[in-house]
């Protein structure tokens, strides 16, 4: 019988269970069918020569999960779970929402995969900065000691990536414009900071100072505080929003105002060094 068999092979294992029945294909002559056999009848279910059974099993697999972590001014910080799909929102949501203090517009969001591309750029960049001085060794008024060779080299190495996702943390902008609700991945970590009302002044000034953030501020304003540009800076100076977003200015735009520069609490102003006016 089907029983005799299948107790022959060991009976069932643990996966048939949910189960109640069993296929069987009999392979006639002239054609071949499959009949459902109930556990009930498999003692009185005879076999014939050709039959093939087939047990079928149940197996569970759970939808691959996310593991991402939010830190900071949300009220359940924390290490979730999340399945594929599920948004920046959502996340916030589980989490309790914001805090009162915390500074949305200055929140990150850090991605893995951004770090790998940051790490190949990097080294791109570590290149071209190795040919401009190799470069420029020999040409007139180009004088570059072995020494800040070894400095420059190591600077650009130490280049330090983050990985960082510039997008929308606003809860009520992200419900009216869904598409800015970026799904998130595995391994993603968010910070949510508190508003801290300071202007970091980084670079070629001639003071490295945090000011304190002051609306009427323009960029000219803050530099000045510093004490202005050292000879060697750029004439770009770059600005880094609290939200990642970098914009691009030149000193001549100081002069004419305001005009289209936003400062901003944790706003950072950078006066990148230009290394062919180092002597």
């Known amino acids: 019988t089907l029983k005799d068999l299948i107790d022959f092979a060991g009976v069932f294992n643990e996966s048939f269970y949910g189960c ?12 071949r069918t499959i009949e459902s056999i109930s556990v009930d009848v498999l003692d009185s279910f005879k076999l014939r020569p050709r039959d093939s059974v087939m047990v079928p099993s149940y197996s569970y697999k759970s939808n691959d999960l ?3 972590t939010i830190e900071g001014r949300v009220k359940r910080p924390g290490t979730y779970f999340v399945l594929p799909g599920e948004t920046l929102s959502t996340l916030v949501n589980r989490a309790g929402g914001y805090e009162r203090d915390a500074y949305e517009y200055g929140a990150a969001l850090f991605r893995q995969e951004a ?15 190795l040919n401009y001085i190799v470069s420029s060794l020999g040409k007139p008024r180009i004088n570059i000691a072995s020494h800040v060779l070894g400095h420059l080299a190591d600077e650009v190495r130490a280049t330090n990536v983050i990985g960082r996702i510039i997008t929308e943390f606003n809860i009520n902008t992200l419900k009216n414009q869904p598409e800015l609700n970026i799904p998130l991945q595995n391994n993603d970590r968010i910070v949510v900071p508190s508003l801290q009302k300071i202007v970091y002044m980084f ?4 003071n490295n100072l945090n000011a304190s953030y002051k609306p009427e ?8 505080l510093v004490g202005g540009l050292k000879d060697s800076a750029y004439s770009e100076i770059i600005v880094i929003d609290p939200n990642g977003k970098t914009q691009i200015y030149s ?3 100081f002069s004419i105002g305001r005009g289209d520069i936003d400062i901003y609490p944790g706003s950072i102003i ?3 060094r230009n290394i062919s006016k180092i002597n």
């Open 66 to 68: 996310y593991k991402v």
């Open 115 to 129: 770090i790998n591309q940051e790490e190949r750029f990097a080294q791109l960049n570590y290149s071209d900065t």
């Open 20 to 31: 109640n029945k069993v296929l069987v294909t009999r392979n006639l002559s002239q054609n």
């Open 203 to 206: 670079g070629d000034f001639k």
């Open 270 to 272: 950078y006066a990148p």
């Open 251 to 253: 000193k001549n735009i």
């Open 217 to 224: 501020y323009t960029i000219k304003d803050y530099i000045n």
